[in-house]
């Protein structure tokens, strides 16, 4: 089933296959309330850029970041026999890159604890965008670094587009995507 072409941008744009836009949205709904639960709790309100390391560590992951396989950019091994949760990101990602996929494999931590995830760089679901948890931990990853509230602000206060992801601590692809979600892009 196709979206017609005078459904709401947005519509259109969420539509993927095999997830209805209901879904989409409920899933997208989720993550933005569990980022921001844990930015309520662990965040000071106040220091930008969010340090998403810092923010699963007081979650109780560990973080490494080191040299992965190629095609990862990380993943998250879930609590176990003892050990907490293990978030792994690589290092030849930009500082950028290694902040979201900080914050993305958190998302995982958050809306499944008990899930061993692995995130290939754009691997044929990731690009398709069906995969429920890659939906939520993108969202997550998202709204946790880029609080709606604060682009809000400081859009309305006049901030140049080309330097909020410099604020944020973000690639400008991320945050292009985020003002085009919270419907701010020009």
Do not use: C
């Amino acid at each position: 089933m196709s979206t017609p072409m005078n459904a709401p941008e947005e519509q259109q744009e969420m539509r993927r296959p095999g997830l209805p836009y209901e879904q989409i949205q409920d899933i997208k709904r989720r993550a933005r309330d569990a980022a921001g639960q844990v930015l309520d709790v662990y965040w000071d309100l106040d220091k930008f850029p969010v340090d998403p390391v810092r923010l699963a560590q007081e979650y109780g992951a560990e973080v490494f970041i080191g040299d992965l396989k190629e095609d990862l950019d990380g993943f998250m091994v879930p609590p176990r026999d003892g050990y907490g949760a293990q978030i792994y990101v690589d290092t030849d990602s930009s500082p950028a890159r290694q902040r979201f996929t900080t914050a993305h494999e958190l998302g995982h931590l958050v809306e499944d604890g008990e899930r061993l995830q692995v995130d290939r760089r754009r691997d044929a679901l990731s690009k398709e965008g069906t995969d429920p948890h890659e939906l939520f931990a993108n969202e997550f990853a998202a709204s946790l670094l880029m609080p709606e509230f604060a682009v809000r602000q400081l859009v309305a206060a006049g901030m140049a587009r080309a330097r909020l992801h410099g604020f944020f601590g973000v690639s400008q692809l991320a945050m292009q995507h985020r003002l085009r979600n919270l419907r701010l892009n020009d």
